[in-house]
């Protein structure tokens, strides 16, 4: 640790937008980007710029690195660079060549989805050391000396083998690392991050984010980190800038942002976030409260001595890994194991747990879109899991899905009357289209949109208004569940927040029970009446939600806890980089696994436990 | 690799067993009598049962089946209907002129369609791209007889460098490859335009240059090694095309080879030849599809893992 968090410590400006404009062209005319943003970001801090989608907050991150697609210009102002020695370069005016040499030496760059951000067909190695040689002329050997020790700062673990690997064998964490890596081997003085944890999961997201702040103070670099989501600005910002619509409404340091925010959007905004801890003392889901729209509601509470209206037990998915044409499959994923649940009529109970805990496939098992190997599931007092296809069809009306991305999950092609008319046409509930459109208008009303809309196409809709019609669809058959697989996670905080409190709704009014799986602690301590925490195919905790959060018993679940970034400045803490990459549920194929049970350790509160009673 | 080589390798044998039933029935569906065919025009009836004996085609299709293809893994292809030459030394005098043609063609057709799609790519939108992909609908809508026929009667003749058929000098191998390339390369530029139009706006490009690299090293690093995965595919199943578009070609240009001589056994009934030819066909195309899956292992190394 060279240096301390040295904010504004010199003064010194290394980047300055002064009345900045960026327009697109398109064939529908120019549209405007940027509006004359302003904002300085000072040597050695990190600055946040904040905003939802289509605030042109990336805009301005590939206006700085001068990666802006060839429709797009700057029509108005400067975006002055000053060098560490001699005098500031406006970067909107230089050329291809001077830019390209610009962002190979003082700036870097990490972006959003760690997937496909690293060229699948190069090693990693040779990714990590090609800037280094082109720009700082160093050999092949001196480079990979240098990506190592870069690899190792990452907290990568055996960097010599990774260097060697092709992106594929890497996980996102171990992806996005490899990115930072990447940015920092030329040692630029200005990185952005343009939204480098979003895809990430929570505890990875926070090692991540200890990695990018601690490699900030030991290079003494600044950062723009471009993020929607509060929690991490909370966390990682020295000063942030809020922008709406391609406007910089306020900028402030984070202390002052939280504590007074001056502008109504970001009072809006930092109303909307959803914070861990916020439900403290209330035992029941309430609504948010969203200023000007609606008053926090609380939800029914659950008579737990009725019968449950889905019992599940010992539920079982495994997926065989198959290797070529003829190889038999040697190893599978355990994605589900042996999982029990209960959900009461009118409840929310949220599955949480992180990419590959097997969340999503319970959903799916439970609706049979994904094929259980075993497991006892019973709905309304009937058997399901001994039903034939064409027996369960029938039960499909009864439980219903609504999926996370609102924009693959509608057909294109259909108008949204359409879209939520089909289930009662297939389920015969209507004989013809024209007899369903009063249902279907009634549904649209009944989910915040108009009657009229029925005749438009998805294309014509924000994606939250098609996460409304996603669940008016789910609606139509007057079902007693449903599953909403992360339905509100591709969502901006605002519409987050709107939707959830359309789901609560629409449970006050009509008493549907939410399978609700996420991955956002946040909301679900908003929405849930009982939560159950997955980990690696196994539920490791189930309780109450208040319980749960307030007093988590599972080490999982407190780590998972632990790295919710808080969205309060005054709140920040360290936390340890874990090296592990993440353990996988791949076993042996047909591979018992060792008995478990559930220790009850309060009202309705169970805790996994290994072996048998 | 080398297990998965193996395995493809033993994947093809299926396939075969398939096609070869295929051809059989086909062959056998084709109306005429082969033996008559085989004893000749003028012969007597006792000739031509003599014949059926001797070709046992008087025995179950069975059994007939299963003779040829226990002759066939032995490397006896049979002997021709039409000259009473062996199958395999009519084959062997054809195969060579084939290879040359296709390879002459697929050579300047891959070559020239891969270069002229990213070349279209890098200048999208402005009168290059329009030119060379208009040249390409034309290249793929025009009949490659067609195109032989004009290449022949404006080139061939009234220059008189190459010949209008057949082959006596090396030089004559141009206009027919330049016809059975046509189709592919104008395929292969519209195929590699968009698939190196597609690797340009993924992430990785984007990363590419955001750590300032040339321009050089972007286009050909980093865009165009990923676009060529897709590329690679297509040009396996045109060279599949080109096979069978020599039988066209080889006709017009009166090519001394595989196709022609195809042409030939079909007209006169000539069953082995048919036979041992369409067998012949589908594997070079198996085996060329089985190369490109090997080659995508090279550039693609998410295609290695077991």
């Known amino acids: 640790m060279t240096t301390q968090n040295t904010v504004n410590d010199s003064h010194a400006l290394i980047l300055k937008a002064d009345h900045l404009s960026v327009a697109f062209e398109s064939e529908q005319g120019p549209t405007q980007a940027l509006h004359e943003i302003s904002f300085d970001v000072y040597e050695g801090e990190i600055l ?38 001699g005098d500031a370069i406006d970067l909107t005016t230089l050329d291809d060549e001077q830019s390209r040499i610009l962002r190979g030496t003082r700036l870097g760059m990490i972006f959003q989805e760690p997937m496909t951000s690293l060229n699948p067909v190069l090693k990693v190695g040779d990714q990590l050391t090609e800037a280094a040689r082109l720009h700082l002329k160093l050999s092949a050997r001196k480079a990979r000396d240098e990506a190592l020790a870069m690899l190792s700062k990452v907290r990568i673990p055996s960097p010599e083998r990774v260097m060697d690997e ?141 019968d449950p209206l889905l019992e599940v037990d010992a539920l079982e998915v495994r997926f065989p890994i198959s290797s070529g044409w003829f190889g038999r499959a040697r190893q599978e994923v355990l994605a589900v194991d042996r999982v029990p649940l209960k959900i009461w009529p009118g409840e929310t109970l949220a599955l949480v747990g992180e990419s590959g805990s097997g969340k999503s496939t ?153 399978l609700f799986i996420s991955h956002d602690m946040a909301v679900v301590e908003r929405i849930a009446h009982r939560v159950a925490v997955m980990h690696l195919g196994r539920i490791v905790e189930i309780a109450p939600r208040e319980q749960l959060f307030a007093a988590p018993r599972h080490p999982y679940t407190k780590r998972l806890m632990e790295a919710v970034p808080i969205a309060d400045p005054a709140q920040r803490h360290h936390r340890p980089v874990d090296t592990q990459e993440p353990r996988s549920a791949v076993i042996p194929r047909h591979q018992q696994q060792p008995p478990y049970h559930y220790r009850e350790v309060g009202e309705q509160h169970w805790l996994f436990t290994e072996g048998n009673p | 690799m080398l297990s998965y080589a193996l395995r493809r390798l033993l994947g093809i044998i299926p396939v075969l067993i398939v096609v070869s039933l295929l051809v059989f029935a086909f062959v056998k569906l084709m109306p005429g009598d082969p033996a008559r065919i085989y004893a000749g025009p003028d012969a007597s009836l006792e000739a031509v049962d003599a014949a059926r004996h001797q070709l046992g085609l008087d025995q179950p299709l069975t059994i007939q089946y299963l003779q040829w293809v ?178 066209v070609i080889e006709s017009v240009f009166s090519w001394p080879g595989l196709g022609w001589l195809l042409i030939e056994s079909i007209k006169t009934q000539d069953q082995p030849v048919i036979q041992a030819l369409v067998m012949l066909f589908v594997t070079m195309f198996l085996v060329i599809n089985l190369v490109v899956d090997l080659l995508y292992g090279f550039i693609d190394p998410s295609a290695r893992r077991d």
């Not at chain 1, 060839?70 to 660079?81: A, C």
């Not at chain 1, 092709?166 to 996980?171: D, I, T």
């Not at chain 1, 991540?208 to 950062?223: P, T």
């Open chain 1, 166 to 306: 092709f992106p594929y064998s890497l996980s996102g964490g171990m992806r996005q690392r490899v990115m930072i890596a990447m940015a920092l081997m030329t040692r630029p003085r200005l990185l952005i991050a343009d939204e480098p944890t979003t895809a990430l999961d929570v505890t990875v997201q926070a090692h991540v984010l200890e990695i990018i702040r601690e490699l900030q103070r030991e290079f003494g670099m600044s950062v723009i980190f471009i993020t929607h989501d509060m929690g991490v600005v909370a966390e990682l910002a020295d000063r942030v800038v809020v922008m709406q619509a391609g406007r910089v409404v306020e900028q402030n340091s984070v202390h002052d942002i939280f504590a007074a925010p001056a502008h109504p959007y970001t009072q809006k905004l930092l109303a909307a976030v959803p914070r861990l801890g916020a439900m403290r003392g209330m035992p029941l889901p309430h609504s948010f409260e969203i200023p000007g729209e609606s008053a926090a509601e609380a939800q029914a509470s659950i008579d737990y001595d009725t």
């Open chain 1, 362 to 514: 319970i959903g799916r098992a439970l609706l049979r879109l994904a094929k259980s190997k075993q497991g006892f599931i019973q709905f309304a007092d009937t058997r399901l899991d001994n039903l034939t296809d064409d027996q369960f069809r029938h039960w499909r009306g009864d439980m219903q899905m609504v999926f996370q991305d609102p924009y693959a999950s509608l057909n294109p092609r259909l108008t949204v009357g359409f879209s939520i008319a089909e289930p009662l046409l297939i389920h015969k509930r209507v004989p013809s289209l024209n007899k369903a459109m009063p249902t279907v208008e009634r549904l649209l009303e009944q989910v915040g949109l108009k009657a009229e809309h029925a005749r438009r196409y998805p294309h014509e809709f924000s994606g939250g208004q098609r996460q409304r019609i996603a669940i008016a669809r789910a609606l139509a058959l007057e079902p007693k569940l449903i599953v909403a697989d992360e339905a509100v996670s591709a969502l901006d905080v605002s519409i987050k927040a709107q939707v959830i409190n359309l789901m609560m709704k629409l449970q006050r009014e009509l008493g549907i029970a939410w």
């Open chain 2, 70 to 247: 226990g002759n066939f893994l032995t490397g006896d292809l049979g002997i021709a209907y039409r000259n009473r030459q062996p199958v395999a030394d009519a084959i062997g005098e054809s195969f060579f002129p084939t290879l040359w043609l296709s390879l002459a063609a697929f050579a300047w057709s891959s070559v020239a369609g891969i270069a002229i799609g990213v070349f279209a790519a890098r200048r999208r939108g402005r009168w290059q791209d329009y030119t060379a992909m208009s040249i390409a609908v034309c290249g793929i809508s025009m009949p490659s007889f067609w195109l032989g026929l004009l290449l022949i009667q404006y080139v061939a003749v009234p220059f008189g460098l190459f010949a209008t058929s057949g082959y006596a000098k090396p030089l004559d191998i141009v206009l027919p490859a330049i016809t059975l390339g046509s189709t592919v390369a104008a395929v292969m530029a519209r195929y590699t335009r968009s698939a190196y139009l597609e690797a340009t706006h993924e992430d990785y490009v984007r990363t590419a240059r955001a750590k300032g690299l040339t321009n050089r090293m972007v286009v050909w690093k980093h865009t165009f090694r990923n676009a060529l995965i897709p590329v690679l595919t297509m040009l396996g199943l045109q060279f599949g095309f080109l096979l069978s578009g020599s039988i």
């Open chain 1, 48 to 85: 946040a710029i904040v905003g939802e989608s289509g605030s042109g907050k990336s805009v301005t991150s590939l206006t700085t690195m001068g990666l802006l697609p060839e429709n797009g210009r700057v029509t108005n102002g400067h975006l002055w660079y000053s060098p560490r020695d």
